[in-house]
């Protein structure tokens, strides 16, 4: 397990924080298989892909809809196409979180 503070990044399952124990964020379970993004083992509805009119350096995100991002470079696609599910996520918890209070 590593920690980078001045970045923010995380490596590993926990680390230790002042209120106690902290998870690891979702995308430390994120992986991919070429152009497709996977969470805990199972593909997601993300993927990156190249952008048509410059396919040689420019991607976009595919969302689960089927539209496109706008154009990144591969490394930054990809880390869009994270935090994209990384918020679909969270929102998925948190409305799990509000139907169980109602």
Same mark, same amino acid.
């Given at each position: 397990m590593w920690?980078?503070?001045r970045a923010?990044?995380?490596?590993?399952?926990?680390?230790k924080?002042?209120?106690?124990?902290?998870?690891?964020?979702k995308?430390a379970?994120m992986?991919?298989k070429?152009d497709k993004?996977?969470?805990l083992g199972?593909? %997601? !509805?993300?993927?990156?892909v190249?952008d048509? $009119?410059?396919?040689q =350096?420019?991607?976009?995100? @595919?969302?689960p809809?089927?539209?496109l %991002? !706008?154009?990144a470079?591969r490394?930054r696609? $990809?880390d869009a196409? =994270?935090?994209?599910l990384? @918020?679909d996520?969270?929102g998925?918890?948190?409305?799990?979180?509000?139907s169980?209070v109602?």
């Amino acid at each position: 397990m590593w920690i980078n503070a001045r970045a923010g990044l995380l490596q590993g399952r926990e680390i230790k924080s002042s209120g106690g124990m902290a998870t690891a964020p979702k995308t430390a379970r994120m992986s991919w298989k070429g152009d497709k993004l996977y969470y805990l083992g199972r593909r %997601s !509805d993300y993927s990156i892909v190249q952008d048509e $009119k410059y396919p040689q =350096m420019m991607w976009r995100v @595919r969302r689960p809809d089927g539209s496109l %991002s !706008d154009m990144a470079n591969r490394t930054r696609a $990809k880390d869009a196409a =994270m935090l994209m599910l990384d @918020r679909d996520l969270n929102g998925a918890q948190t409305a799990r979180n509000l139907s169980s209070v109602a």
